[in-house]
T-cell receptor, first 114, second 111 residues
Framework: GAGVSQSPRYKVAKRGQDVALRCDPI?????LFWYQQALGQGPEFLTY????????KSGLPSDRFFAERPEGSVSTLKIQRTQQEDSAVYLC????????????FGPGTRLLVL | GENVEQHPSTLSVQEGDSAVIKCTYS??????FPWYKQELGKRPQLIID?????GEKKDQRIAVTLNKTAKHFSLHITETQPEDSAVYFC??????????FGDGTTLTVKP
């Protein structure tokens, strides 16, 4: 079946703009994760949903970052008033059940803030 | 919070040789340890994983070992092939669902 998809694949924003990044998980997957991956580094955890409940948002860098998954399927990561340090690849992953299950990653959204 | 250290950061081997990548973690609550392969510009893909109640797991040319007491785990790739060249990441996940990744190892397999 279809894997995890993300859109847009690339986004260029001017500093101060708001952006919204979308993740479509694999159908039926309960858990959804957002990660930020800077160039040459490993993914860094941002937040985790189980169905529509956001169980952990401890990795969100600031209150400019907000994530939601209102119907327990599609998720949106919103970044307000973007800064240059927000430039990174934002990865979404989903897993069938809860903790300790294989995470399937999307292709990522590459965000460049000028 | 959890801290995962991964070594080496780069590794170059001849085709057919073995490659070993090591990771240590700090949080004893971590109980799931996946390994991912990421090719340039692509998404991370799971290659093998191990849970804290198991000491070793093997899948063809790939094996992972876990020493829970010492808080370290290792990836072993035997009979390396040029297509194994990629960046490899280890990760440690707690029972709260939060994963911490290592900084990656760039593996180059020379034909």
């Amino acid at each position: 079946g279809a894997g995890v998809s993300q859109s847009p694949r690339y986004k260029v924003a001017k500093r101060g703009q708001d952006v919204a990044l979308r993740c479509d998980p694999i159908s039926g997957h309960v858990s959804l994760f957002w990660y930020q991956q800077a160039l040459g580094q490993g993914p860094e955890f941002l937040t985790y949903f189980q169905n529509e409940a956001q169980l952990d948002k401890s990795g969100l860098p600031s209150d400019r970052f907000f994530a939601e998954r209102p119907e327990g399927s599609v998720s949106t990561l919103k970044i307000q008033r973007t800064q240059q340090e927000d430039s990174a690849v934002y990865l979404c992953a989903s897993s069938f059940g809860g903790i300790g299950e294989t995470q399937y990653f999307g292709p990522g959204t590459r965000l460049l803030v000028l | 919070g959890e801290n995962v250290e991964q070594h080496p950061s780069t590794l170059s081997v001849q085709e057919g040789d073995s490659a070993v990548i090591k990771c240590t973690y700090s949080d004893s609550a971590s109980n799931y340890f996946p390994w991912y392969k990421q090719e340039l510009g692509k998404r991370p893909q799971l290659i093998i994983d191990i849970r804290s109640n198991v000491g070793e797991k093997k899948d063809q040319r790939i094996a992972v070992t876990l020493n829970k007491t010492a808080k370290h785990f290792s990836l072993h790739i035997t009979e390396t092939q040029p297509e194994d060249s990629a960046v490899y990441f280890c990760a440690a996940e707690t029972n709260a669902g939060k994963s911490t990744f290592g900084d990656g190892t760039t593996l180059t397999v020379k034909p």
